[in-house]
């Protein structure tokens, strides 16, 4: 397939919609997860969950998700994912719906 | 071996499949031992042993493991029993935790399994029994495992704290904790009661001898920074790291006395744009090809060849995505591909004489592992997010069956026992 057009598919629907909980949070069980742990209590990744990321704020947290983290594994997901899709994953984290 | 497991098989009440009565072996063996001349003895001892085993063919039965296996279900925390020539599962064992990128190895004889959880627990399960022997939680964050050469010691790799902990494998007793101060990763098994791993953070590769208690540790330096996984060959010759840090990969010849480093495919994506790596790629002991080994790209989309005697470049594949495994077909004629997230939905098959891909298809959405059948005729696809495991014809490249399963990650075959490095 073209990778030009899976990624527009990809981000293309849910941008002109909310964003789709359901398909986000699988995304960061099992994608975040491969670093991070299916729980998200860290792996090659740190722990993510909501208690060890007290020092973030949203906005902070978000952009780590869209940038990554240059000089480590972490990726930036903006080829893959819309602002307010990275915002609301920040939210989950943050909120301990993660838990 | 006892005259009631003999008789029985020393096959757990669950097992499936009636063990015949050749079994006993010619002439009633057993009792011949047992009553030697006593004619009239032997004979109605015979008598009423096939009495029982009559009896038995539908209650206790044996199974043979040779051609079983066990699919990892990473999100429901249990295994799924499968058998290979049936091309089925057999049934579940439950109540292992967070199996999210579990891996495990087989006891000798295949009755028994060792898994290695995410969440550090270590896990001994019993094939024909489908139940847990025996869990112990042994650190916070694991990341795979090894089994020792004379099947005596399973070695578990943790993050946290990082080290490697070996373990007895009759009762997980702990025998001998290794703590290196990093996130330790790569762990196989060599010839001589040895474990080989690296350290994440440090950059180094380690080689722990356990033919003695406490083990004899070698440390290797300079191995490169930030080493993702490792794999040895089956010949338990050639460790190859991966680096995460930088642009080439590692090998050491475990065969001479002080195994140096030597760097391979330096600079393979040199001048070209490094793509996010939504999955870390995984190395492991299906490499060789032919006369070279296949290596999954870092941040490419390509899998790299190197011949396997001088670690020369011999040719680069593009592919579909950013490759997770590279595996040779046991005989080394193909090697299969998947792929990271977000193209991890296709599998490419690649042809080791033309290096050409041959065959391209979608088994569906969550391609993560595969696994061949011991000599290659067909291949096991754990599709994630379909539920299915997909079996197929490697030479043909049909579907021969689809077997449920719950988030199916790892698949392992008891054949995996007799190889040094898997």
Redesign the interface.
């Known amino acids: ?1 073209n ?1 030009a057009a ?2 527009l598919a ?1 981000v293309a629907a849910p941008a002109l919609a909310e964003p789709d909980a359901r398909a986000l949070e699988r995304l960061v ?3 975040c ?3 991070h ?3 998200l ?4 990744g740190p722990d993510i969950r909501a208690q060890a990321l007290t020092h973030y704020e949203a906005e902070g947290l978000k952009a780590v998700i869209l940038d ?1 983290v240059p000089g480590t ?1 972490m ?3 903006r ?2 994912l819309t602002e307010a899709e990275a915002a609301w994953i920040a939210d989950y984290l943050l909120n301990g719906e993660s838990e | 071996m006892s005259l009631t497991r003999r008789l029985f098989g020393g096959a757990a009440p669950t097992a499936l499949r009636a063990t015949s009565l050749g079994y006993l072996g010619p002439e009633e063996t057993w009792s011949w031992l047992l009553f030697g001349k006593n004619t009239q003895v032997r004979k109605l001892l015979t008598a009423a042993a096939v009495v029982i085993c009559g009896a038995m063919a539908t209650g206790a039965q044996a199974q043979a493991t040779g051609d079983l296996g066990l699919v990892v279900e990473r999100a429901t925390g249990s295994l799924l029993v499968v058998d290979q020539s049936e091309r089925a599962s057999l049934g579940r064992i439950e109540g292992l935790g967070d199996l999210s990128h579990a891996s495990l190895v087989y006891s000798p004889d295949e009755r028994f399994a060792y898994v290695f959880g995410r969440d550090g627990g270590l896990t001994k399960v019993d094939i024909l029994e489908r139940r847990v022997v025996k869990r112990v939680m042994q650190a916070g964050n694991s990341i795979g495992g090894a089994i020792s050469d004379d099947g005596r010691y399973v070695a578990v790799s943790n993050y946290d704290p990082g080290g490697v902990r070996v373990f007895d494998a009759g009762t997980l007793e702990m025998v001998a904790d290794i703590p290196t101060g990093s996130k330790t990763i790569g762990l196989v098994d060599i010839p001589g009661t040895r474990f080989v791993f690296s350290l994440w953070d440090a950059g180094e590769t380690w080689i722990a001898d356990l033919s003695d208690v406490p083990p004899q540790i070698t440390k290797i330096t300079g191995m490169g920074k930030n080493p993702y996984d490792a794999l040895v060959t089956g010949d338990g010759r050639t460790y190859i790291v991966g680096l995460f840090g930088e642009d080439h990969l590692t090998a050491l010849d475990l065969w001479q006395e002080s195994p140096a480093p030597r760097t391979i495919l330096p600079g393979y994506a040199e001048g070209r744009e490094g793509l996010p790596v939504y999955k870390m790629p995984h190395l492991e002991g299906w490499a060789l090809a032919g006369t070279d080994f296949v290596l999954p790209a870092m941040g490419q989309h390509e899998v790299l060849w190197v011949d396997a005697r001088t670690l020369d470049e011999t040719g680069r594949t593009p592919t579909h995505g950013q490759p997770v495994f590279a595996m040779s077909r046991p005989d080394g004629r193909q090697v299969w591909v998947n792929f990271a997230h977000p193209l991890n939905d296709t599998i490419q098959v690649i042809d080791t004489l033309t290096k050409q891909i041959i065959h391209e298809f979608k088994p569906g959405p969550g391609v993560l592992h595969m696994e061949f059948t011991p000599r290659g005729r067909e291949v096991w696809v754990s599709v994630r997010d379909v539920g299915r495991v997909m079996v197929y014809d490697t030479e043909t490249f049909e579907k021969l069956s689809e077997i449920a399963a719950e988030s199916p990650s790892g698949i392992f075959f008891t054949a995996r026992a007799h190889k040094t490095g898997l």
């Open positions: 397939m990778k899976l990624i990809l069980r099992q994608d997860g491969s670093c742990g299916l729980t209590k860290g792996g090659l990554g594994p990726p930036p997901w080829p893959l």
